[in-house]
């Protein structure tokens, strides 16, 4: 379990941290950062969006429509909206080294994350199910994990 000061002091290592990937895996949503000495990863299992000023560029429901082929293949083939906006973000955020710049932990696992370009990611907890994980945030090879809500198992 994570507490809402572990939630905090893991969201405050963000700022600083070069953007180097977005995607998902199945129906999680994922962004990649890098740190000093270590890669970082949000996953997110509730409803996620990235926005550029007051457009948004791509959120969680992007992947359940179809960009290309056959609609009952796309989600499983990685074929959706969803996926080929965060592979143009992925190729932008490369190209112009995007980076975070303000993170925020918001009322009821709400997360902000301010990043170069002006974007914004959003992440929103929507499920009432007290063991249900919204999202985590970890330190890739490492065992330090925290998850939203403190009462998920990790």
Not at 4 to 29: H, S, W
Not at 117 to 123: D, F, K, S, T
Not at 126 to 145: I, K, M, S, Y
């Amino acid at each position: 379990m994570s507490t809402t000061e572990e939630l905090e002091a893991a969201v405050a290592l963000l700022p600083g941290c070069r953007v180097t990937e977005f995607r998902r895996t199945l129906n999680i949503a994922i962004v990649v950062f890098q740190g000093e000495d270590v890669e970082k990863r949000l996953h997110a299992q509730c409803p996620f969006r990235v926005t550029h000023r007051d457009r948004i560029l791509f959120g969680s429901v992007d992947m359940y429509y179809r960009d290309t082929g056959d609609a009952e293949t796309a989600f499983d083939e990685y074929r959706t909206k969803y996926d080929r906006f965060a592979r143009q973000l992925t190729g932008m955020a490369a190209e112009h080294e995007c980076f975070v710049e303000s993170a925020a932990l918001g009322r009821a696992g709400t997360l902000s994350l301010e990043l170069s370009g002006p974007l914004l990611v959003e992440v929103f907890p929507a499920c009432a199910g007290p063991n249900v994980e919204q999202w985590r945030l970890f330190d890739r090879h490492t065992d330090r994990h925290v998850v939203f809500p403190d009462s998920a198992e990790l």
